[in-house]
């Protein structure tokens, strides 16, 4: 029997669960197949099937999801509401499979996570060894072993990002959706950017622990947006390391547009708030990066 | 002395009028630059169309474009409508199965979709003028070529230069770019009427099944440059109809000869006089500005008030 | 928020000693003050709520109370307050909502906070009055939505509401509320109206701050009654307090082959609204937001979806505090127009 084919988006959760899927998957005898990056065609396709107000990034992941048509037996689109009541995630989480369910034809593979209303992850994830058709218990194995492997990658990351902290350069800390910066169209020339001007960028989403979540209750007490608050409790834990902060955001979120104005308000760190349109041309960014890199080296002397 | 039934169609940049005949058939049509006063420009509209048709009685007037109100207030129209239904109404009386209707004017563009006359979508951008008539003549200013010309140059190219379009402000500065650069003007222009064509599909067109029949009217559609990106885009031949920017003005006339009114039409409106005031009112912190409109001296309406108390 | 100003001031005079402030209408002012001091591109409403609550410190309020939840309106009052305190503003803002949950000990500590005689009882008793005077309210708003259309007297419905929410305001017990009520309902049944057994029925769906706030979607409720439309409109406050829990579970069901999940806000219920709208005969629907509403963004493809399988025309307008309002009633004509040829068309049809 062939294997079953599985499309991954090279988008949005990709950049949170990349580690976890291709284990869990694999181990259950499934073929992935991977979007290529992020190019100008992709969000080319993006835009022809997104609806105009939708954010860069969701339009960048409905172009990638477009990519996969007709290339795999099922396309994998996950429903991730929250991990808590106040661990939730952006509307667009909520609502992105039956977003995508609704603009394409394909079939879909997807698992929810709800833990306010008992939905875990293992749960979500056994649901979906069954509906791959695999057995329970092969499921649960194959889910915590993926988890163990995901753990110790995370760690690993987590080492080499923390060895930045102690370079001589000056020290930026980058508050940015992995799935923003770490996506080649509007993450790649930014950091090629500092890498120029010889800055070491630290990737707050790597330095994430068990622990940051607390951190964040200290700069905002009622925030409710997991991803947000992991990354805001990384300032307040490493402030002391850091030079400057980079706000990597893109056009138009929901929550960055509120917590990143609120950070910029409270915290006496330097700081470059940095938000990627369709239009953003490079030139304009490197002029910013570039003046606020030298206002940056003034005041660390 | 025949009967006739006229259309105006008050647009941004130019006013349009038409005289129908009984069977809906075009007696006569002008076509000048609004040049920012819509109630001057409807005058001289009138003038003009008075010296061409001495023998022609008026039975029914309507208005349409962004004036509409206004003018329809100053003639007395007999019938004031928006001007998606107007292009509707003007493109089946000549093309009864049309499906799809394209327009780029001045200010704004539409798209409509029909099936058996009736309208079943439609969609209108007014937020941004890229991609416009207005932005294409104020391009052709900066490139120093007259806009009747700019047609004919696109299709001499035959490497459209890529430009971006989804806003004028950036496809302004991409398009000096260029040419600083040092692209062919005729592919830069070429490259201008792709990315109108593109920018329309993108925005007004998004989401819109666009089938055959498809007519392409508005003061745009005059640009072969642009029908031909049509053409090419759309995989298919648009229609342009010689009196494709008199669309709106006919289908008006239309509906104006549908109400049948009995009584003969006084045009002497040129020789009354017709004034707007504004004003911004003070009762509140809404600071509303009031328009209040005067036919010979009398005040006849008021517009602007949110609060409904003021006039 | 629209008239929803009385109920919210009622409640807190009788169960707290402060002197209550309350809200201004939204005039233009409102919008630029809040306009000037928002980020960029939050939703409109965080806009709104901002310049009203400046407008209420100018007139001496240091206390601000704001509910809301269910998609970022939750998170609004923390940054609204570091921008009222970097404004010089010395305030203090509650959001009895946090994510998306209301919890019945954080608000009555809230309550002590702002007043410590803050009496539970006195909470109960003025809360449920406060209840029944809201869901009165929506019952009275739904039939005038259905017939100020086609009033004969112009403006006669408005009169009699203002009337009615005056005396709503100096009520204190249950039975003098009922009273009124029933009266006031008596009251608008004898409204002359000359409505046709067939007319245009649109029903509005859409982001619940826009679609309450009549000055946020340019009056569009009185516009349409100009055209002689009659509306139905299900978001109201008795929807967001009493019903949302229950309905929703029943949307989810009966829209299951379009949707699987719950999409923030009230986009799913949109979509329920929405299929039921189609299935019910109405001849249109209009969905309205303000501007970056992400929930609703989410739900567009799938109204559109929805409407198409049961060709029922929909129109999405997006407001902004810029949106042109020569554009807007330009589509809402055109809109209208176009049920209106389909109705004849229909009738057409089944002529021959």
Known sequence: MDKIKIGIPRALHYYYYKDLWKTFLEELGCTIIISPETTNETLERGKKIANDEMCLSLKIYLGHVSYLESRCDYILVPRIDNYGTYEQTCTNFL?????????????????????????????????????????????????QNSKQKEEKQRKQKRKNEMKKLESNN?????????????DPYIGKTIKEILKNLQVE?????????????????????????????????????????IDGILFLTTFPCGPDSLVNELMIRKIKIPHLNLIIDEESGSAGIETRLESFIDILGQTTK | MKKGYLGIDIGSISTKGVILDENNQILESSYIWTEGNPIEAVKRLLKELQNKTKDITIYGIGTTGSARKLIGLMVDADVVKNEITAHAIGTTQFYKNARTILEIGGQDSKIILLKDGIITDYAMNTLCAAGTGSFLSSQSKRLGVEIEDFGTLAL???????????????????????????????????????????????????????????????????????????????????????????????????????????????????DISFETKGRECEGCSNHCEILRIYKDHKFIESWGSKCGKVS | ?????????????????????????????????????????????????????????????????????????????????????????????????????????????????????????KGIYYGSI????????????????????????????????????????????????????????????????????????????????????????????????????????????SYLLFQKHKKIKQYLKNTSEYITYQMGADAADNIGRAKELCIEGYDGIIHIKSSFCTPEIGAMPVLTKVCADYQVPIIFFSFDINTSEVGIQTRLEAFYDMLEMRKKNEKRISRN
């Open chain 1, 201 to 241: 960028y630290i990737n707050g989403e790597y330095l994430i622990d068990h622990k940051t979540i607390q951190n964040s209750t200290k700069l905002s007490p009622n925030l409710y947006w997991k991803y947000n608050k992991e990354l805001i409790g990384t300032i307040e834990e490493w402030k002391q390391k």
């Open chain 1, 95 to 143: 609502g992105l499979f039956d977003i995508v369910s609704n603009l394409f034809t394909n079939k879909l593979l997807t698992y929810n996570i709800d833990e306010a209303h008992h939905q875990t992850e293992q749960n979500a994830f056994i649901k979906l060894g069954l509906a791959l058709g695999k057995g329970k218990e092969q499921s649960i194995l194959a889910y």
């Open chain 1, 170 to 182: 000056p020290k930026l800390l980058i508050i940015s959706h992995p799935y923003n910066l770490e």
């Open chain 2, 156 to 270: 001499k190219s035959k490497n459209p230069v890529k430009i971006a379009a989804r806003c004028t402000v950036f496809a302004e500065s991409d398009l000096i770019h260029k040419a600083q650069v040092g692209y062919q003007k005729e592919d830069i222009i070429a490259g201008l009427c792709r990315s109108v064509v593109l920018n329309y599909l993108n925005n007004v067109g998004k989401g819109k099944k666009i089938e055959e029949p498809i007519v392409f009217q508005g003061g745009v559609s005059k640009n072969k440059g642009v029908v031909k990106y049509f053409n090419e885009i759309l995989k298919t031949e648009v229609i342009v109809d010689p009196n494709s920017h008199l669309m709106g003005a006919i289908g008006i006339a239309i509906m104006a000869h549908q109400k049948q009114s009995k009584t003969p039409k006084n045009l002497k409106i040129l």
């Open chain 3, 130 to 237: 406060t209840k029944k005077m809201i869901q009165y309210m929506d019952h009275i708003d739904h039939y005038i939505r259905a017939n100020i259309g086609f009033e004969i007297e112009k403006g006669s419905f408005q009169k009699l509401k203002w009337q009615m929410l005056k005396d709503f305001e100096n009520v204190k017990t249950h039975t003098k509320l009922r009273r009124l009520y029933k009266k006031y309902k008596k009251e608008f049944q004898k409204i002359k109206t000359n409505k046709p057994n067939k007319t245009i029925k649109i029903g509005i769906i859409g982001e619940l701050y826009t679609i309450m706030e009549p000055y946020s979607n340019y009056e569009l409720e009185r516009t349409l009654a100009s055209m002689n439309i009659e509306i139905k409109r299900y978001t109201d406050v």
């Open chain 3, 1 to 121: 928020m629209g008239d929803y100003a009385v109920p919210a001031h009622f409640l807190l005079s009788h169960i707290v000693r402060n002197k209550i402030i309350k809200p201004k209408p939204i005039t233009t002012k409102t919008i630029e003050i809040g306009t000037k001091y928002s980020p960029e591109f939050v939703c409109t409403p965080f806009k709104y709520t901002l310049g009203t609550m400046i407008e209420g410190i100018e007139e001496g309020a240091n206390i601000l109370i704001q509910a809301g939840g269910g998609c970022r309106y939750g998170y609004y009052a923390e940054l609204q307050e570091q921008i009222l305190k970097d404004l010089g503003y010395n305030v203090k803002l509650y959001n009895l909502v946090t994510a998306g949950t209301t919890d019945i000990k954080r608000i009555y500590k809230i309550m002590k906070e702002i007043d410590p005689k803050f009496s539970i009882l």
